[in-house]
């Protein structure tokens, strides 16, 4: 997958609802005259992606479009027509914090799905009974699959987030049913660790989840579910190595690029690239080129040059892991949660 950033501007971030939100100090600096990519931008980003392979072959997986809140960009809807010329599979994330069904917002999501776009979305519980939870009404009668991020602080906030959703898809009618079934798995595996390991560690967690399924499919509709524990980001816009839902253990980043596999890359509206989903906040020093600015020749060499980098790094951090020093920073500029 390409997860290409499209706006730095979010409505929630601006109003400091997100305390810990990840893009808010990579994007911070970026003024305001370049807060919108362009469809320029955007024809060329399309144009390299079509000349390297790897690239090429993410993009037929599917391209994601976010931010900052993509809606938010007035260009959205030629944006979103552009890399639609690179791949049929075009996805755009939005927070769907939005006033009604008649926000320029909205209406340009509607014009994205009429194009044969998917809208995925992340839970807010703040914003849920007011803005998200009306429009999801909406937006389920009009596509067919979704999926939906639960970023979570501990089991208490990721079971009120299950919640929710059980509740709001069991009022939905019966082309949900399989929906519910899944999220009752969920509901009934968290509460129980709510119940009986309230603090465990993320391996009993892990443990625990199993293999429960992330999607409930069905021709009617599929719900994919993705769990994401969240994080304490410093004011210079540090990760810290625990998530905030398992402090007890470090929580490791399996670089794939430094093993020589590249399973997604993330675009910033810079146009660097980096082979995970660092759009800054991992602090990640070696990139694969810059999409805008470098000539496909250079950005596969950058490639080669940065996955030795990261393969070097690695090996370095699991030293640091293994004598005590977990939290240092090697040469390479590896993050040292990377292992
Ligand atoms: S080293 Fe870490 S931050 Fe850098 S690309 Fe790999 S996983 Fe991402």
Known sequence: MLSIFVETSCNRYNRDECVDCHVY??????????????????????EKISQIGVLNTLAQQEINLTGGEATQNP??????????????SVCLHTNLE??????????RLLEILKEGGRADITLYPTAWEKFQKPLLKELVTLQNRMIVNVIFENLTHLQKQIELLMSFFSKEGSNFSHVVQLLKVYDDKVSWLVKNQPDCD???????????????????????????????????????????????????????????????????????????CDVGNLKCQPKFGNLLSDTADKIMAKFEESSKKMLAGIAKNQENLKS??????????????CG
Request: glycine share 6%; aromatic share 8%.
């Open 25 to 46: 100090e990579p994007l911070a600096d970026i003024p305001k005259s370049d807060w919108h990519m362009t469809p320029d931008q955007a024809r060329i980003m399309a």
């Open 75 to 88: 260009h959205i809807v030629e944006i979103f027509k552009i890399f639609k010329t690179s791949t049929p």
């Open 98 to 107: 939005m006033n009604s069904t008649s926000s320029k917002r909205w209406l």
């Open 202 to 276: 993320e391996a009993i967690y892990t443990n625990h989840m199993g293999d429960t399924e992330a999607f409930a499919h069905d021709e009617k509709f599929t719900l994919g579910l993705s769990l994401l524990p969240a994080f304490k980001v410093d004011p210079a816009g540090n990760r810290s190595m625990t998530s905030l839902a398992f402090p007890k253990d470090p929580y490791l980043i399996h670089c794939p690029a430094a093993r020589g596999s590249i399973d997604i890359m993330t675009i910033t509206q810079t146009g660097d690239m980096t082979p995970c």
């Open 324 to 337: 005590g020093q977990s939290g240092t920073w090697v040469k390479e500029g590896i993050p040292p949660y």
